[in-house]
């Protein structure tokens, strides 16, 4: 029952019993009436004028007679709405003076005190909540003490002073510290309170120290797990040591993915062996299992194993994080069967898939089959008839239909499709830079030039457009010295960028600086390897007769990518079969 409910009913007693005592001076009364201190007309009437003077702006006056109401029949009710008209005036001091008046009237609510503490961080006043925190730890029942203090930091997210917050909560836990139940997890919220304040070393021995108490408490691993991505490698023996233990399958599977976060594909897959044997029937094991199967090219050891997962998903509650599960199996599996070319199979599986959040994207492969099977217009439509949530769904599926326009080299449709689209949006960047590479491509470079320089002038701090132009220019052989200085201004912009190197490189090619070239090219290359940088480097090799060479990197190209544009036409233009 809310406040107004309880309004609503004091009026209805009050009502009856004025009608009662009517009745009683011409009626004998059958029962006895005893109405509670809350019915007084009086203050009755004092709640009904406080409310009114809330809805007449009137504050100040309000929460007066409502506190004072709420003093008089000590009701949580009538105390939680006083709190709640200051409140809603952004009068914090007024709000504290209410719940601290409820506190000390009802010194076992917890309620009340919840709200002093909260009020007090909400007023950024750190310092003051240690007792309402030793008061909440004494009347929390002992069932319930130890999610009770695990809950505690989730109090202190806005509070600016994270050392104050820190401190003051390890001074309430102090008496629990060395408590048997209790103890760990004690430990591990000082540890996530120091970790929030930036003292990781701080934290870890806090987690260190319940985990000393109790290596079977998840919730110190949990703060040890936390700290191995921030430069604590130390924290990963914690870690082991409650693996060690029973621990959950959830805690093992948090654990791999924080392997595989540093790219410890290895150790991951070690100790997802591990959690397989422990927990056969623990679907999200069997998932990940999959996408690294998957990523090594295993590819029936991954269907393998995300046809189990599956299976086992299956028998479980269908939730929107088991559905978006599934969808990362059906897109995996899917991509096996494509790579088979077996498309009638891949697109069976694109079409299980329903979680909201993966239909587009499903519906995208789904025509990125039927272009691949020489049904251009079939998939243009299948993309075009996908629903849109949202304007980036609507630019997805434009682009996903500019690519397969792109893929079979129809560059007047896909133009079309960007002029109707710059009529929405004349200014979008990316539709404008999108219409340059189109004319590029239509052997329009005057047009392809205008819209990258009216790029260059619309964000002259971006390097895109610097680096698009300075390289079809190069490309085509044109005016290369302007052709370097517009590379070297978008290398300015981002250094070290692997694609903006190999743009300078092949300018310094075009210009006759092949071993210049080289070198910029192979130190792309090492920090990218992509196909268009490999059909680059390739060609100055091969100009350089170091054809062995040349033939190694085209061949490491064709494997990251057999359909890349620069690498084939390069390979056609030189006569080379590999």
Same mark, same amino acid.
């Given at each position: 029952?809310?406040?107004?409910?309880?309004?609503?009913?004091?009026?209805?007693?009050? %009502?009856?019993?004025?009608s009662l005592s009517l009745q009683a001076q011409t009626v004998p009364a059958t029962e006895p009436v005893n109405p509670s201190s809350a019915l007084d007309s009086t203050l009755f009437?004092?709640?009904?004028?406080?409310?009114?003077?809330?809805?007449?702006?009137?504050?100040?006056?309000?929460?007066?007679?409502?506190?004072?109401?709420?003093?008089?029949?000590?009701?949580?009710?009538?105390?939680?709405?006083?709190?709640?008209?200051?409140?809603?005036?952004?009068?914090?001091?007024?709000?504290?003076?209410?719940?601290?008046?409820?506190?000390?009237?009802?010194?076992?609510?917890?309620e009340a005190n919840n709200f002093v503490l909260q009020i007090l961080l909400g007023l950024n006043r750190v310092n003051e909540t240690l007792e309402p925190l030793k008061r909440e730890?004494?009347?929390?029942?002992?069932?319930?003490?130890?999610?009770?203090?695990?809950?505690?930091?989730?109090?202190?997210?806005?509070?600016?002073?994270?050392?104050?917050?820190?401190?003051?909560?390890?001074?309430? @836990?102090?008496?629990?510290?060395?408590?048997?139940?209790?103890?760990?997890?004690?430990?591990?919220?000082?540890?996530?309170?120091?970790?929030? *304040?930036?003292?990781?070393?701080?934290?870890?021995?806090?987690?260190?120290?319940?985990?000393?108490?109790?290596?079977?408490?998840?919730?110190?691993? !949990?703060?040890?797990?936390?700290?191995?991505?921030?430069?604590?490698?130390?924290?990963?023996?914690?870690?082991?040591?409650?693996?060690?233990?029973?621990?959950?399958?959830? %805690?093992?599977?948090?654990?791999?993915?924080?392997?595989?976060?540093?790219?410890?594909?290895?150790?991951?897959?070690?100790?997802?062996? +591990?959690?397989?044997?422990?927990?056969?029937?623990?679907?999200?094991?069997?998932?990940?299992?999959?996408?690294?199967?998957?990523?090594?090219?295993? %590819?029936?050891?991954?269907?393998?194993?995300?046809?189990?997962?599956?299976?086992?998903?299956? +028998?479980?509650?269908?939730? &929107?994080?088991?559905?978006?599960?599934?969808?990362?199996?059906?897109?995996?599996?899917?991509?096996?069967?494509?790579?088979?070319?077996?498309?009638?199979?891949?697109?069976?599986?694109?079409?299980?898939?329903?979680?909201?959040?993966?239909?587009?994207?499903?519906?995208?492969?789904? *025509?990125?089959?039927?272009?691949?099977?020489?049904?251009?217009?079939?998939?243009?439509?299948?993309?075009?008839?996908?629903?849109?949530?949202?304007?980036?769904?609507?630019?997805?599926?434009?682009?996903?239909? !500019?690519?397969?326009?792109?893929?079979?080299?129809?560059?007047?449709?896909?133009?079309? @499709?960007?002029?109707?689209?710059?009529?929405?949006?004349?200014?979008?960047?990316?539709?404008?830079?999108?219409?340059? #590479?189109?004319?590029?491509?239509?052997?329009?470079?005057?047009?392809?030039?205008?819209? @990258?320089?009216?790029?260059?002038?619309? +964000? &002259? *701090?971006?390097?895109?457009?610097?680096? =698009?132009?300075?390289?079809?220019?190069?490309?085509?052989?044109?005016?290369?010295?302007?052709?370097?200085?517009?590379?070297?201004?978008?290398?300015?912009?981002?250094?070290?960028?692997?694609?903006?190197?190999?743009?300078?490189?092949?300018?310094?090619?075009?210009?006759?600086?092949?071993?210049? =070239?080289?070198?910029?090219?192979?130190?792309?290359?090492?920090?990218?390897?992509?196909?268009?940088?490999?059909?680059?480097?390739?060609?100055?090799?091969?100009?350089?007769?170091?054809?062995?060479?040349?033939?190694?990197?085209?061949?490491?190209?064709?494997?990251?990518? &057999?359909?890349?544009?620069?690498?084939?036409? #390069?390979?056609?233009?030189?006569?080379?079969?590999?």
């Amino acid at each position: 029952m809310d406040y107004y409910d309880h309004m609503r009913r004091l009026f209805l007693s009050f %009502f009856l019993i004025s009608s009662l005592s009517l009745q009683a001076q011409t009626v004998p009364a059958t029962e006895p009436v005893n109405p509670s201190s809350a019915l007084d007309s009086t203050l009755f009437y004092q709640l009904l004028l406080g409310e009114l003077n809330a809805r007449s702006d009137d504050v100040a006056a309000a929460f007066s007679l409502v506190l004072d109401a709420a003093r008089k029949t000590s009701d949580p009710l009538v105390y939680r709405r006083a709190i709640q008209i200051a409140l809603q005036a952004r009068s914090g001091e007024s709000a504290l003076i209410a719940a601290k008046a409820w506190s000390t009237a009802i010194p076992t609510s917890r309620e009340a005190n919840n709200f002093v503490l909260q009020i007090l961080l909400g007023l950024n006043r750190v310092n003051e909540t240690l007792e309402p925190l030793k008061r909440e730890l004494l009347l929390v029942p002992a069932p319930e003490k130890r999610a009770a203090i695990w809950v505690l930091p989730s109090l202190f997210e806005r509070t600016s002073d994270k050392t104050a917050g820190a401190q003051t909560l390890q001074k309430a @836990l102090a008496p629990l510290l060395a408590h048997a139940e209790f103890g760990s997890t004690s430990w591990a919220v000082i540890g996530r309170m120091w970790q929030r *304040a930036g003292e990781k070393s701080v934290a870890l021995k806090a987690a260190s120290q319940g985990l000393g108490l109790n290596p079977q408490d998840e919730h110190p691993a !949990l703060v040890a797990l936390s700290l191995m991505s921030e430069d604590q490698p130390e924290a990963e023996n914690w870690v082991k040591k409650h693996l060690d233990g029973n621990a959950r399958a959830e %805690f093992r599977m948090a654990y791999v993915k924080a392997l595989l976060a540093q790219k410890r594909d290895a150790d991951a897959q070690i100790e997802l062996n +591990k959690l397989n044997q422990l927990h056969p029937d623990y679907a999200d094991a069997w998932l990940v299992q999959g996408a690294l199967s998957l990523q090594n090219k295993q %590819f029936n050891l991954a269907e393998q194993q995300l046809q189990h997962f599956l299976a086992l998903s299956q +028998k479980t509650a269908q939730t &929107p994080d088991a559905s978006r599960s599934a969808s990362k199996a059906y897109l995996s599996l899917a991509h096996i069967a494509n790579l088979r070319k077996d498309f009638q199979q891949a697109d069976s599986w694109l079409q299980r898939i329903v979680h909201a959040d993966d239909i587009l994207d499903a519906q995208i492969r789904r *025509a990125g089959l039927l272009s691949r099977q020489g049904q251009l217009d079939q998939a243009l439509t299948l993309i075009q008839n996908a629903p849109e949530r949202s304007v980036a769904e609507a630019s997805t599926k434009r682009s996903a239909q !500019l690519q397969l326009l792109r893929e079979h080299k129809q560059y007047k449709r896909a133009n079309a @499709l960007l002029m109707q689209a710059l009529t929405d949006a004349p200014h979008d960047t990316d539709l404008i830079y999108e219409q340059a #590479t189109l004319y590029e491509k239509l052997g329009d470079l005057p047009e392809m030039e205008r819209l @990258l320089r009216q790029l260059i002038a619309l +964000k &002259p *701090a971006d390097q895109t457009a610097y680096n =698009a132009l300075g390289y079809a220019l190069a490309d085509h052989n044109l005016r290369l010295p302007e052709a370097r200085a517009l590379i070297a201004k978008a290398l300015e912009l981002a250094p070290g960028d692997p694609f903006i190197i190999d743009s300078l490189a092949w300018v310094e090619f075009r210009m006759g600086q092949s071993a210049q =070239a080289l070198r910029l090219l192979q130190g792309a290359y090492a920090q990218r390897p992509d196909a268009e940088i490999a059909a680059h480097l390739g060609e100055v090799l091969w100009s350089l007769d170091l054809k062995l060479e040349a033939q190694k990197i085209w061949r490491e190209g064709m494997q990251l990518n &057999p359909d890349n544009e620069t690498l084939v036409q #390069t390979l056609k233009r030189l006569g080379v079969r590999l």
